[in-house]
């Protein structure tokens, strides 16, 4: 499922800066829609409410809505919010008494650090050993597991097979040879590559791509690196280059400028395969992103959501047995929210071996590509150094600033930030 439908804005950004904010308690409770009214389930009980922003593939609705219906412990009111207001609405419900008690998001330390998620290792720990590690880590911290992750989305290139052949450029390896391939794919009608409108959607591929991180294992800046300059400075120049397609209707997240022919490669989440195959049937290839410099490494971003529970909320526990039931105990319901609506990896080993929409073909292909060059998120990189690097991108790539000289201002703000988070 993409993370936002096409009313939305990026996928991370504009979430993550709103836990950010709520974290700092700087959201005000306002407004009017607080979530509540949505489609109750047919239990007797508690009432529980949770909240989903609205994914942009038919069907997720009523399938959230259909499973909340069958769970028979609690009254389960789905809360569906569209539009731009999702993260809003749900952080100014969260510091009120209207707030939900299941929510999703991504593993943000703000939130674990503000005791606004509740522990949930009881209910992951017995069957802990099935789960994606990295799924767990990225989501451990001081050895507890908050939220449960619903879906793996990894992301990388689309590029169409005939348009390659017809420019006789081959699917490149390396940053150098992805500039010369746009180049030469490049035509009056068509552009040779889409990176999404602003070039953040894959700002953090580029730091893995140069060989680095975003943070080391000690919490501290693995980003600033002369392999992340170098890469900087060949955005630069594909950014300028006149074959790259800037301003597309619609961002990196909806298949159409592939689709549309509006360019022959596009960045974009394995969510959008089953669009982009039923366009363009076998003319579709994926390709992780390329090597950075000496140092580089092939990388693949592997975004994704999670469940939390608001352990504020006044329903902690019924709301725990709920997520437990739902996104431990029914495996039916994991593989068809992770496989009916878009294609998704399931964190769960087991569901994922026995997924048979993604054992062949270009799925399979996208679950090698994920599991050969995947990176997650670092839940300490919180949305304070996720904005200090967007504006890396916007001076050094967008603009013609001096890339040492931006992440030296980068650096000066990641480094307040950790000192709040670890001291």
């Known amino acids: 499922m993409s993370a936002l439908s096409n009313t939305n804005w990026s996928r991370r950004s504009l979430f993550r800066a709103a836990a950010g904010m709520a974290a700092a308690g700087t959201l005000a409770a306002c407004g ?21 922003h609205a994914y942009g593939e038919a069907g997720t609705e009523q399938a959230l809505k259909r499973y909340a219906a069958a769970y028979k412990k609690a009254d389960v009111s789905t809360s569906w919010i569209t539009g731009n207001n999702f993260e809003s609405a749900l952080f ?21 650090k503000s005791g606004q998620v509740a522990d ?23 050895g507890k597991i908050y939220g449960i992750r619903m879906i793996d989305d990894p992301q990388f290139f689309y590029y169409r097979k005939s348009m390659l052949e017809k420019a006789k450029v081959d699917v490149p390896t390396t940053l150098d040879e ?21 070039f953040t959607a894959i700002q953090n591929t580029l730091i893995w791509s140069a060989g680095a991180d975003t943070l ?6 693995a980003y600033h690196t002369p392999g992340v300059i170098e890469g900087l400075k060949k955005l630069r120049t594909l950014f300028t280059s006149g074959h790259v397609l800037l301003d597309a209707p619609t961002d990196f997240w909806d298949p159409s400028s592939l689709n549309q022919g509006l360019c022959a ?30 140092a580089g490494k092939l990388s693949v971003y592997n975004g994704g959501w999670s469940i939390f529970v608001n ?6 526990d019924a709301a725990k047995e709920y997520v437990k039931w739902l996104w431990i105990d029914q495996k039916q319901y994991q593989e068809d929210w992770a ?3 878009g294609f998704h990896i399931p964190p769960r080993t087991s569901i994922a071996q026995s997924a048979t929409k993604l054992k062949s073909g270009l799925p399979a292909e996208g679950v090698k590509l994920f599991t050969d060059y995947g990176h997650f998120d670092n839940i300490g990189f919180d949305q304070t150094m996720i904005t200090a690097f967007n504006d890396v991108i916007a001076s050094s790539v967008r603009k013609n600033g001096d890339p040492e000289a931006a992440l030296d201002a980068c650096d000066k703000k990641v480094n307040v930030e950790l000192k709040k988070l670890f001291g």
């Open 178 to 198: 992805l500039i010369e391939a746009a180049a030469k794919l490049t035509t009056n009608k068509v552009k040779g590559v889409f990176l999404g409108n602003d």
């Open 265 to 294: 490669i596009q960045w974009g989440g394995m969510w959008s395969m089953p669009a982009m195959q039923q366009a363009l049937g076998d003319d579709l290839g994926i390709f992780p992103f390329p090597k950075i410099g000496s």
């Open 32 to 52: 009017s829609n607080n979530g509540r009214g949505g489609s109750g389930g047919s239990g007797s009980g508690p009432q529980l409410t949770q909240y989903f």
């Open 339 to 341: 496989t009916s609506y």
């Open 120 to 142: 949930l290792s009881d209910l992951i720990d017995p069957v802990k050993d099935d789960f994606n590690p990295n799924d767990i880590n990225s989501h451990t911290v001081d």
């Open 311 to 316: 352990a504020k909320g006044k329903n902690v």
């Open 92 to 112: 100014a419900s969260l510091l009120t008494k209207k707030a939900p008690d299941v929510f999703e998001f991504h593993p943000q330390l703000q939130l674990v």
């Open 216 to 221: 080391d294992a000690k919490n501290q800046i």
